[in-house]
């Protein structure tokens, strides 16, 4: 690597409010914001809106839309196959 063009690569806490959840990585992203870790040390927090704690894809908690019951409604509604006149 060259000298002086990277970005710093450092420890930083990324916190998902919405799960009340934190984890601590490596990244070269920035913040003002700091928070103390468990470790006593202070790092830089980035709050995300979603993380693998709170998605639905990785909890499970994913809903499942009713097409047919939507298709079958339309077709009630405004009729299966009529033509103009």
């Known amino acids: 690597m060259k000298p002086g063009i990277h970005p ?3 420890p930083v806490v990324f916190r998902d409010r919405a799960a ?3 984890f601590l990585t490596r990244s070269t992203a920035t913040s003002d914001k700091t928070i103390e870790w468990e470790d006593g ?3 830089p927090v ?3 809106e979603i993380s ?3 998605h639905p894809f990785y909890t499970g908690t994913q809903r499942v839309l ?3 019951g939507r298709v079958e409604r339309f077709e009630r509604r405004y ?3 009529r033509s103009k006149p």
């Open 52 to 54: 693998s704690a709170s």
């Open 66 to 68: 009713d097409t047919a």
């Open 8 to 10: 710093e690569y450092r």
């Open 41 to 43: 040390n202070s790092y």
């Open 79 to 81: 009729g299966r196959g």
């Open 20 to 22: 009340d959840y934190a």
């Open 46 to 48: 980035i709050d995300v």
